[in-house]
């Protein structure tokens, strides 16, 4: 959101409950996909894999996040879970 300083973001992401994400993003046990990322690899014919084998750029990061957050009143996370019926393929 153009005018809001980081802190302010900040402010707005915790606000929001962002805040209760934090300590689980920092543990690396939840690692959040980049939605745009997600769409361009898609888009180029590949297929999601195991997390470990994804590049770092399609991972964001705590600031990435807040950053995302602006004056509205949601987070800018979604979440997606699904069983991969495959050893190989997740779809």
Known sequence: EPGLTYEEKLEQWRKRGG???EPVLAS???ALLNAQ???SHAEAGGVLTHRQAL???AFL???DL???T???DWLAVGALSYPWLTKDHPD
Do not use: C, F, T
Request: no cysteine.
């Open 70 to 72: 602006g004056e509205n």
């Open 19 to 21: 805040g209760d994400l």
């Open 61 to 63: 990061s705590l600031a």
């Open 28 to 30: 690396g046990a939840v």
């Open 37 to 39: 990322w997600i769409i």
């Open 55 to 57: 590049p770092k750029k």
């Open 66 to 68: 807040v950053e995302a």
